[in-house]
């Protein structure tokens, strides 16, 4: 991956534009935060869930109140929700294996969301059987779920749902880790991001990629969309890029490719996106499973990259939220080995100035960590996964 251009800055720093992208470098390194602008209160919600993996903020009961599904990437094992405020365990499948990703939508416009889900996952394409299925409620939150077969492709790794064109094209995205030539997950080899819509749930290709795809998001936020419609951002070898469908069509973007590192140690490994007050910001997890806790921002007509944090290990968990109110969105990120724990990085007044680096929880090795509002108090709260027990957990925001 070439420099296009090197410039020494004030203090001995580097400006480097990489692809559209201008990198600062040594990293701006985070501060550790003595007072945090917010207050967090753990609350424990399942003590073991075999193989934490992923958690999902979603009304499944249709009562108001967001619950919480737990996955479990484990080789046999029960998918269950847990119904707020009590967290009350319901099975919503139990033969299903390896469950590697889901992702919950109301679409059919019931109040009570389907669930896509990816299972029988593993990082090699002759032991993964990768399923692909739709799983729909039944008659009451105790009853197990109907299960559809969709696909079936090896490595299947995320699933989310999107609205591709704001008027209801609600689409069901499946992105296989890696493609079905490849003999190992860092080799170069023919890769793509699948889509599916009802009635026929066919197998449909939204693009082409060159190796391993780790995250995707959906998200109607601007600069990306245009607020109506989903665009799907996805992290891996190739970096971060930006999937669309318009006109009938669907278009490719490069945003940044990532981290400047040779293959397979360059790219981005997951995307969060957020806000600095008016302005669009997003951050990344860098390389794949990487070390680096990145974020990026407008500098003209290019993305800024702030490298915050390059010491945590297996960086897995992302999200982002405005947590204090000042319209500054926050970083939440976890790693699964290291010092294994989860940290909120809180946003300087001013981009490019360092952040401020905040232990949440130093014994959740998170997996998957989401941003909602749980209790109904108008406040972003934060819920993490790891494999370890306790297993799940939501940090409560108390405010200032």
């Known amino acids: 991956m070439a420099y296009v251009r090197t410039t020494e800055g004030k203090g001995g720093w580097a400006t480097m534009v990489v692809a559209g992208v201008v990198a600062i470098g040594p990293m701006v390194p985070v501060v550790a935060q003595t007072a945090p602008p917010v207050r967090f209160q753990e609350h424990v919600v399942a003590q073991q869930i075999a193989g934490g993996y992923q958690v999902i903020a979603s009304d499944l009961n249709k009562d108001g109140r967001l619950d919480l599904i737990g996955l479990g990437l484990s080789a046999k094992g029960e998918l269950a929700w847990y119904e707020n405020p009590t967290w009350t365990r319901h099975v919503i499948a139990s033969d299903l294996s390896q469950m590697i990703n889901a992702a919950a939508r109301d679409v059919d416009g019931d109040g009570i969301p389907e669930i896509g889900i990816a299972t029988g996952f593993t990082t090699s394409v002759t032991t993964s059987k990768g399923g692909v299925h739709l799983l729909t409620h039944g008659a009451s939150p105790d009853d197990p779920w109907i299960r559809k077969d969709i696909d079936v492709i090896p490595t299947a790794h995320r699933v989310r749902w999107m609205d591709a064109d704001g008027g ?132 003209g007509k290019q993305w800024a990259r702030q490298v915050l944090d390059e010491q945590i290990t297996d960086g897995h968990a992302l999200a982002m939220a405005d947590f204090d109110g000042s319209g500054r969105h926050a970083i939440v990120a976890g790693e699964r080995a290291g010092q294994r724990s989860t940290y909120v990085y809180w946003p300087p007044r001013t981009l490019g100035d360092p952040w401020q680096k905040q232990v949440l929880d130093g014994a959740m090795n998170a997996s998957s960590c989401v941003t909602a509002d749980l209790n109904g108090d108008k406040r972003p709260d934060i819920t993490c996964i790891s494999g370890r027990a306790p297993s799940l957990k939501w940090y409560e925001n108390l405010g200032k």
């Open 168 to 299: 209801r094209k609600i689409i069901l995205v499946n992105s296989p880790l890696i493609g079905p030539d490849a003999t190992t997950p860092d080799a170069h080899a023919k890769n793509q991001i699948l889509f599916y819509e009802a009635p026929d749930w066919k197998r449909q290709v939204m693009s082409e990629e060159d190796g391993l795809m780790h995250g995707i998001l959906a998200t109607t936020q601007g600069p990306f969309s245009n607020g109506r419609s989903d665009v799907l951002l996805g992290a891996g070898f190739g970096g971060v890029a930006q999937h669309q469908f318009k006109n009938g069509t669907w278009t490719r973007t490069t945003i940044t490719p990532g981290n400047p590192g040779e293959w397979p140690k360059g790219g981005s490994s997951d995307v969060a996106v957020g806000h600095h007050g008016r302005t669009a910001i997003f951050s990344t997890i860098e390389p794949w499973h990487g070390n680096q806790v990145v974020v990026y921002y407008p500098q």
